[in-house]
Each structure stands twice: as structure tokens, then as C-alpha cells.
């Protein structure tokens, strides 16, 4: 298979994507794959490949093609080829939670500087460790990395980019507690798809959805929550992806669980009030876990640097500064200081996010 019929077969199997024939376009592009001579060729339906299974939650099948398509880079010997399928192998290790390996094909992204493509892929780069960081629990670096990639996309008006890091910065916030920031940046996400994203990706839509569904829960919305997850499963669904079938499912459960709390409440509270009675006599087990974990909110960085109090604990606004320190909102607000109290620097002029 030449040049020429190379590139009709792709984009043949693309237009069966986009019309949701997805194991049609799987079909012609492993055809492409097995017969194709053009080198180039072969590393763009790699790309295709890689993404269709991303979208599908086939992670260790993305892994498979990652690897195949650093081979072929190396054989096209093209920096920007190289750096594409470094980014690819970030990604694909970063679904499969190896994070460690995801931070290093980042760093190995970032040192390949100079190409136009390298650039381009930065902000990619920045989210994919982003992701990685947060999911090692390294809060501030994640942010940071969240930081730079939302600066790329606006300076590149790049909407899908900034759709992909206000979804991440969803997650971010849900995990430190602060459940307005966590529904925030998801609705932002759905008001870009619904504006810029008519030729988008499905994903996006119901990755925005679901983010927004485990926000509304803990905000005690719970009407919300539930359409919002009802709508990601069915586009998760419709794809055959998995993965996030299975995170509506736990959010569905939360959703049935929280309205079931509702009612029997009181009960609980007596429940409570029995286990706290019949654990005095424990004392020093209780302390020794009070200590612990105040050693692992320090560690993690995970306390206002103004009131000294833990973030994680409760529900609250938080700010983050551009150095992405993040402190309690409200001490900030009331705090005298230009500086950031953790580091110092002089700015209190909040990021973009």
C-alpha cells in the first residue's frame, strides 16, 4: 500500500469514527497498519489507533500501539516524530496509573525543545504530568503543571486543551475539598464543548458530565448529579468505554448512598454518638492516628499557610497563587501580607486557577 492510498484508507477510517462506527475504523486502520510501506503513514494511523483506544478505556491496547509508534519515529528519525510518541507513551502509562513512568516520557518531552510540533505539545505535556502528580497526591507540582498547561491553551486558543485541563482541575479540587471550585471548572469545561465542539470527540462531553455529577453529590445536589451522570453514561455507553462506565457506577452508587444518608440521619448520628462512647477507654490509639495524620498533611503541604488549619478535611473555598501555594480563601482575603507565606514571593495576585 503506497503514499497515496495510505492516506485515503486513514482518512476513510476517520470518517467511520466520527460516525461512530468504531470497530469498522479499527478495522481499516490495522488493515493500514499491516500493508502500508509509508513510514509517515504509519505512525499517523498509529496516532489514530492510540487515540480510539484512549477514548475506549483499551488502555493496555494504547500502551501496545505507543510502543510500536516510538519504533517507527525512531526509524523516520524526526525529532517532532520522537516527541509525538513520547507524549503518547505518557499518556498511555498515565491511564494505567504508572505515574512515575509517565513523569519521566513528560521530562523526556520537554527536553526535546526546538521543533515546532515540540512546542505545540507542551501544554499536553504539562496536563499529562498534571494528571500524574495528582495522582501520586503531590498537590502543588500538580497544580503547577495544570498552571502552565491552561496557559498554553489560552495563548494558543487551544478550547479542547483548556476543555481537558478544567476537567483535570475538577478532579484536583474535588480531592482537596473545595466543592465550588470542584463543579466550576467541569461547567467551564461544558461551556466549551457546547460552544467550540461541534467536531469533538464525545469524551469530552462526558468526562465534563461526570466531573460535574461527583461536584453537584457533594454539594448536595443531588438531583443534578444524577442527570449529569446519567447523561456521561450514556455517551460511555454509546463508545464502549469502560473505564468510565465504571466511575458512573461509583458515582451512582454515592448519588443512592447520599439521598439514603438523608434519611436516616438522625439514626446515625446515634451510631456515632454509641462508637465515641464505647471508644474512650482507647485514648492513645486515637492520639497515635491524630498524629499520623497531621504528618502526612505536612508532608503532602496540605494546610493553609496563613491559619495553619488541614485543607482536605471539609468543604472550602480555596485560592491559588501563582507560585500554586493554595490557602483558605477567606485568609487570604483578610491577610495583610503582599507575599505568599510559604515561599515568600511577593505577588499575591491569584493564577489562572
Known sequence: MGQDQTKQQIEKGLHLYQSNQTEKALQVWMRVLEKSADPAGRFRVLG???TAHAEMGRYKDMLKFAVVQIDTA???EDADYLTESYLSLARSNEKLCEFQKTISYCKTCLNMQGTTVSLQLNGQVSLSMGNAFLGLSIFQKALECFEKALRYAHNNDDKMLECRVCCSLGNFYAQIKDYEKAL???????ELVNDYGKGWSLK???MSQYHMAVAYR???RLAD????CEESMKIALQHGDRPLQALCLLCFADIHRSRKDMQLGLLKLHCLCEMIYRTKGQQQELRDHVVKFHECVEEMELYCGMCGESIGEKNNQLQALPCS???HLKCLQTNGTRGCPNCRRLSVKPGYV
Open 48 to 50: 489514530c489507533l492510540i
Open 74 to 76: 525512531r526509524e523516520l
Open 184 to 190: 466550576f471548572f467541569p461547567c467551564k469545561a461544558a
Open 204 to 206: 469530552y462531553r462526558a
Open 218 to 220: 457533594k454539594l448536595g
Open 225 to 228: 448529579a444524577m442527570d449529569c
Open 325 to 327: 501555594h493554595f490557602f
